[in-house]
Nanobody, 123 residues
Framework: QVQLVESGGGLVQVGGSLRLSCSAS????????MSWYRQAPGKERELVAD???????NYADSVKGRFTISRDNARNTVYLQMTGLKPEDTAVYYC?????????????????WGQGTRVTVSS
């Protein structure tokens, strides 16, 4: 089981920037996909960005050009750099990690979720 610890949320004004971090730890794991999701009040959780082990990225249309996902493999950490923040970016942001199976014959483990970090953008 992979444990995730998120940090970096907070209150920021419109147009400001924040960087979220998510550090993964656990026994014998290798990360496949790292993702950020968010859930605004009264809305469903949605994918913000993800990053595969091969370096491919995918972004929600609403954040393209403003958010950047990156990873530090040595630290098992994924980041979400957010710029040009808007009030509609206000949400709780969750890190999601999909690890590779621990052995060749093993199934993929269930994805791990962080506890969430709140981002509030004030106008």
């Amino acid at each position: 089981q992979v444990q995730l610890v998120e940090s970096g949320g907070g209150l920021v004004q419109v147009g400001g920037s924040l960087r979220l971090s998510c550090s993964a730890s656990g026994r014998r794991f290798s990360i496949n996909r790292m993702s950020w999701y968010r859930q605004a009040p009264g809305k469903e959780r949605e994918l913000v960005a993800d990053l595969t082990s091969g370096g491919s990225t995918n972004y929600a249309d609403s954040v393209k050009g403003r958010f950047t996902i990156s990873r530090d493999n040595a630290r098992n950490t994924v980041y979400l750099q957010m710029t040009g923040l808007k009030p509609e970016d206000t949400a709780v942001y969750y890190c999601n990690i999909q690890a590779y199976p621990p052995c060749i014959e093993c199934p993929y483990p269930p994805p791990s979720w962080g506890q969430g970090t709140r981002v509030t953008v004030s106008s």
